[in-house]
């Protein structure tokens, strides 16, 4: 699966409405394995670390926030290992548009409440 591509496209639909349902449910994250699991069961093959999972996810928050203002979709996908998120979304929030700063922990927390908060509202 290629970016810009139908395929990719539907997935990245599938991705945004998966993170969107975990948020308003309360924003609790998810594994990269979890992810793909309910992926396949949407008919999109992503593997959970490999191929376009790690686009999928930064499209995915660009989509939601794409000038940087709304909390990152991607917050709710953690390693299943460490149960944190990985180097490449902090790498993600903290570039432009996004700018997040803090300790990774804080600026995961922070955007985890404020994704259940975003998706509370609506």
């Known amino acids: ?3 810009n591509t139908p395929e990719y496209e539907r ?3 599938a991705v945004v409405d998966i993170l ?6 309360g924003a609790a994250p998810l594994s990269y394995g979890d992810l793909s ?3 396949a069961g949407r008919r999109h093959q992503v593997p959970a670390h490999d191929g376009p999972m790690p686009y999928l996810l930064e499209d995915a928050s660009a989509r939601e926030s794409p ?3 709304l909390p990152l979709l991607s917050a709710l996908v953690v390693l299943r290992e ?16 996004y700018r997040r700063s803090g300790d990774d922990t804080e600026l995961w927390i ?4 404020q994704l259940a908060g975003h998706f509370a509202a609506r």
């Open 1 to 3: 699966m290629r970016k």
């Open 11 to 13: 997935a990245l639909d």
């Open 20 to 25: 969107r349902e975990r948020a308003r449910a």
């Open 37 to 39: 699991a309910e992926l």
């Open 67 to 69: 000038d940087g203002s």
């Open 82 to 97: 460490t149960g944190r998120l990985s180097a490449g979304f902090f790498k993600l929030a903290r570039r432009a548009p």
């Open 110 to 113: 922070a955007e985890i409440t």
